[in-house]
T-cell receptor
Framework: DTEVTQTPKHLVMGMTNKKSLKCEQH?????MYWYKQKAKKPPELMFV???????INESVPSRFSPECPNSSLLNLHLHALQPEDSALYLC????????????FGSGTRLTVV | AQSVTQPDIHITVSEGASLELRCNYS??????LFWYVQSPGQGLQLLLK??????LVQGIKGFEAEFKRSQSSFNLRKPSVHWSDAAEYFC????????????FGSGTRLSIRP
């Protein structure tokens, strides 16, 4: 298995809703990442988990809450989002060292209404 | 801090023509360099990577890139493009430290003229 699987593929949520994005990989990768990508922009790093511990939080608002329950799973819990949070949310995983590059999932297209 | 610049926002080439996408990086040490491709609404796919050794690296789909330390560049090339190569291309630089991460350039959109 050489894939990163993200669910759901599309999500529409209201500003008062609570929802979660899920990311799963079975490649034995020990680092996992959340990126946010707005239209016609590059991906922007949000969070990095290394060996199931949060190692980087790029000053992301607290309405985004990451969770890494085990080495194969990464969740992003969403609460009280704003319309400007609408974007493609990408999950990625990698070997522990950056030099191998990341394997990306196909993303969750999030729309906040 | 590391950064990467892609000076071309949009490039159009004819099918069968050669392609070169430019990438310049800024980093104090030897960086890890990557090229990714993204089709509309999709995730990113790794085309190739460089972190040591031969400065000319071969990737998937017939792409190659050359690392030039003196010019701080890592340009992507393909001798003959196909219509299916139309996509967004991102150059990226990575570092290894206590907080390893990859930073992406702003991207170059490639269009193919029939």
């Amino acid at each position: 298995d050489t894939e990163v699987t993200q669910t759901p593929k599309h999500l529409v949520m209201g500003m008062t809703n609570k929802k979660s994005l899920k990311c799963e990989q079975h490649m034995g990768h020990r680092a996992m990442y959340w990126y946010k990508q707005k239209a016609k922009k590059p991906p922007e790093l949000m969070f990095v988990y290394s060996y199931e511990k949060l190692s980087i939080n790029e000053s992301v608002p607290s309405r985004f809450s990451p969770e890494c329950p085990n080495s194969s799973l990464l969740n992003l819990h969403l609460h009280a989002l704003q319309p400007e949070d609408s974007a493609l949310y990408l999950c990625a995983s990698s070997q522990a060292l950056t030099e191998y590059g990341y394997t990306f999932g196909s993303g969750t297209r999030l729309t906040v209404v | 801090a590391q950064s990467v610049t892609q000076p071309d926002i949009h490039i159009t080439v004819s099918e069968g023509a050669s392609l070169e996408l430019r990438c310049n990086y800024s980093y104090g040490a030897t960086p890890y360099l990557f090229w990714y491709v993204q089709s509309p609404g999709q995730g990113l796919q790794l085309l190739l990577k460089y972190f040591s050794g031969d400065t000319l690296v071969q990737g998937i789909k017939g792409f190659e890139a050359e690392f030039k330390r003196s010019q701080s560049s890592f340009n992507l090339r393909k001798p003959s493009v196909h219509w299916s190569d139309a996509a967004e291309y991102f150059c990226a630089v990575g570092t290894y430290s206590s907080a390893s991460k990859i930073i992406f350039g702003s991207g170059t959109r490639l269009s193919i003229r029939p």
